[in-house]
C-alpha cells in the first residue's frame, strides 16, 4: 500500500505546531451531496500529512431530485457545518486553500444563490466544479495507487448525488484520463430516480439495472471489457461504499483506514462482501460498527451502484481506495506550489484568506 497520506494529530495542537515549524499549510473543502468536509495538511516528503480534518453529514441534496432546487433545511444544515468549517480555518495562516461543491451544486437551480450566502455569511468562497474536474482530482488523489496496476484502469467514485468513471491509460505509472462519464446516480439520489426500496430483491435490482444501461452506453464506446479480457486492466474504487465493502470483506470490527486504503480485492470476495451487506437488512447495517444510523439507508444504493459496475465491468480484482477530492485538491495545491517556489528560486509569502471566525464545531 501507499502511504503517502498521513493521518493527523489531536486538533488543538496543529496550529502551534505547524506555525513553529513555519511549514506552508494547504486547506481543500468539498461541499458534496451528502458530506461537508475539510481536510488541512502541510507537504511532505511523499505528498503531504494531514494536520486536521472534518466530516460532517448535511444531506444537502435532501430533495433535490424530486424539486429541482436545495431544500432550506438542508441548506441550513450545510450552512452550520460550513461555519464550523470556517472557524477551523481562522486558526491557521493558509498557503492555499480550495474550497469546491459538486453534484448537488450543480444541479440544483438555487446552487449558485447559495454559495453567494455562504461567502456572504462565512467568507468561504466556494466553487461549483465540473464532473470532468472532479473525475480529475479524485484520479490525481488515486494515482499512488495505480503505479503497478498495468496498461489501464477504471476509477469510480460514488458520491452522494453522482458517480464519476474515469477510463484512464497508464503510462509508466502515470495515469491519463482517457474519457470520463458523471452518472446522476449517487447514495443519496439513485432511490429517488428509480422510486424503489433498496431493502426488497426487486427494488435492488431496479437499481442495479438503471445504472447498468448508462454504463453500457460509456462501454459501448470505449470498449473497456474487451481490455479486460486482456488482463490489462485496474478497477479502482473510491468512496464510503467501496470501502465499507472492503471492511466487510477483511470481517473488521471496526473502520481502519490502513487496514483498508489501497488493498486489493479478488472479485468474488467483494461480490460476496455486497451479498453479505443485503442480508443483514437495515437493522443490521445501522448496528455494524463500520456502517451506522446515519449510514444505514445509504449502503445499499451505493452496492447497487457497485453491483452494476462489477456487471459490465467483471474485473478479476477490485481495488480499494479511502481518498478521493479533498486529497486530490491538496495534491495539486502542493505541487502548483512547489512549482512556483522552483521558479522564484525561494519559499514565497502566504496567501491570506478572508475566512470569518466562527466557533469550530
Known amino acids: 500500500m501507499d502511504t503517502s497520506i498521513s493521518t493527523p494529530r489531536a486538533a488543538g495542537d496543529a496550529p502551534i505546531a505547524e506555525k513553529r515549524s513555519g511549514a506552508p499549510i494547504f486547506g481543500a473543502l468539498d461541499l458534496g451531496t451528502n458530506n461537508c468536509r475539510l481536510m488541512l495538511g502541510v507537504p511532505s516528503s511523499n505528498g503531504f500529512r494531514v494536520i486536521e480534518s472534518f466530516s460532517r453529514s448535511v444531506g444537502l441534496g435532501e430533495g433535490l431530485a424530486e424539486t429541482g432546487q436545495l431544500a432550506e433545511c438542508a441548506m441550513d444544515r450545510a450552512m452550520d457545518a460550513l ?5 477551523r480555518l481562522s486558526r491557521y495562516r493558509l498557503s492555499g486553500l480550495t474550497a469546491v461543491a459538486t453534484e448537488a451544486c450543480r444541479r440544483a437551480t438555487n446552487g449558485a444563490d447559495f454559495l453567494a450566502r455562504v461567502r456572504e455569511q462565512t467568507g468561504l468562497d466556494i466553487r461549483i466544479i465540473s464532473g470532468r474536474e472532479e473525475a480529475e482530482l479524485t484520479l490525481e488523489s488515486c494515482s499512488p495507487l495505480l503505479r503497478n496496476a498495468g496498461p489501464r484502469a477504471l476509477v469510480f467514485d460514488i458520491g452522494g448525488g453522482s458517480t464519476e468513471i474515469a477510463w484512464v491509460r497508464l503510462d509508466a505509472g502515470q ?43 460509456f462501454e459501448d464506446i470505449h470498449r473497456i471489457g474487451r481490455e479486460i479480457n486482456r488482463a490489462g486492466v485496474r ?22 483506514r490502513p487496514l483498508v486504503d489501497g488493498i486489493v480485492l479478488p472479485g468474488e470476495e467483494a461480490d460476496q462482501a455486497v451479498e453479505s451487506l443485503r442480508a443483514m437488512g437495515r437493522a443490521g447495517l445501522a448496528a455494524h460498527p463500520c456502517i451506522g444510523e446515519d449510514r444505514a439507508d445509504l449502503v445499499l444504493p451505493g452496492c ?22 479533498r486529497e486530490g485538491i491538496l495534491l495539486r495545491q502542493i505541487r502548483g506550489g ?24
Do not use: H
Request: charged share 20%; net charge positive.
Open 175 to 217: 495515469p491519463t484520463l482517457i474519457s470520463y462519464v458523471s452518472l446522476p446516480f449517487g447514495v443519496m439520489t439513485l432511490r429517488a430516480c428509480t422510486e424503489q426500496t433498496c431493502f426488497t430483491e426487486d427494488g435492488f435490482n431496479t437499481m442495479v439495472e438503471t445504472v447498468e444501461e448508462k454504463l453500457w452506453e
Open 338 to 361: 512547489r512549482r512556483k517556489d522552483s521558479r522564484r528560486g525561494c519559499g514565497g509569502g502566504a496567501l491570506q484568506t478572508s475566512i470569518a471566525a466562527s466557533p469550530a464545531g
Open 83 to 87: 461555519r464550523s468549517c470556517a472557524g
Open 235 to 256: 478497477l479502482l474504487g473510491t468512496s464510503g461504499t467501496i470501502t465499507t465493502v472492503a471492511s466487510v470483506a477483511l470481517k473488521l470490527p471496526r473502520y481502519r
Open 304 to 325: 447497487a451502484i457497485f453491483a452494476a459496475i462489477r456487471s459490465v465491468w467483471p474485473t478479476p480484482e477490485v481495488g480499494v481506495a479511502d481518498r478521493g477530492l
